[in-house]
């Protein structure tokens, strides 16, 4: 493995678990994104500002970890990553996740890390098909492509 962040990969899923477990305790919502995301319109009274306050949350917590991660564990790099496709593979990739959550009735966060923890027989189903396509995207990009 090139980039194995064993101290850092902990720390984000305690840091994961425990916001989705806030969350659930003080809103009784489950912590998947797709689902925070979707509830914004149509506007519910009530329901948009802590579903904004999450979502800002998300590329603040990015920022944070970008900008003082590296200074705080060594393991992180300085350097953002590159992507190497253009902008209408970007946009392609992201209609296709949208899709993907429509069509699976929900995301990788809702199905992967509250539906395996409350033991949904649906979110064991989804996040086998999203690990198995995964795996097979990796592979055909690596191998075929």
Same mark, same amino acid.
């Given at each position: 493995?090139?980039?194995?962040?064993?101290?850092?990969?902990?720390?984000?899923?305690?840091?994961?678990?425990?916001?989705?477990?806030?969350?659930?305790?003080?809103?009784?919502?489950?912590?998947?994104?797709?689902?925070?995301?979707?509830?914004?319109?149509?506007?519910?009274?009530?329901?948009?500002?802590?579903?904004?306050?999450?979502?800002?949350?998300?590329?603040?917590?990015?920022?944070?970890?970008?900008?003082?991660?590296?200074?705080?564990?060594?393991?992180?790099?300085?350097?953002?990553?590159?992507?190497?496709?253009?902008?209408?593979?970007?946009?392609?990739?992201?209609?296709?996740?949208?899709?993907?959550?429509?069509?699976?009735?929900?995301?990788?966060?809702?199905?992967?890390?509250?539906?395996?923890?409350?033991?949904?027989?649906?979110?064991?189903?989804? =996040?086998?098909?999203?690990?198995?396509?995964?795996?097979?995207?990796?592979?055909?990009?690596?191998? =075929?492509?």
């Amino acid at each position: 493995m090139d980039h194995f962040t064993p101290l850092t990969a902990g720390l984000g899923g305690v840091l994961i678990g425990l916001s989705a477990t806030l969350l659930w305790l003080v809103n009784g919502r489950t912590a998947g994104i797709s689902s925070i995301f979707g509830g914004i319109v149509p506007v519910h009274r009530g329901e948009v500002p802590w579903r904004l306050l999450f979502l800002l949350g998300l590329p603040i917590g990015a920022w944070l970890g970008a900008e003082y991660g590296p200074a705080i564990f060594a393991e992180i790099p300085t350097a953002l990553p590159s992507v190497d496709i253009g902008p209408a593979a970007l946009v392609g990739a992201g209609l296709l996740v949208g899709i993907g959550t429509r069509i699976s009735r929900g995301c990788t966060s809702g199905h992967g890390i509250c539906g395996l923890s409350r033991l949904s027989k649906r979110s064991f189903v989804a =996040v086998g098909t999203f690990m198995a396509t995964a795996a097979l995207t990796v592979f055909v990009m690596r191998h =075929v492509i």
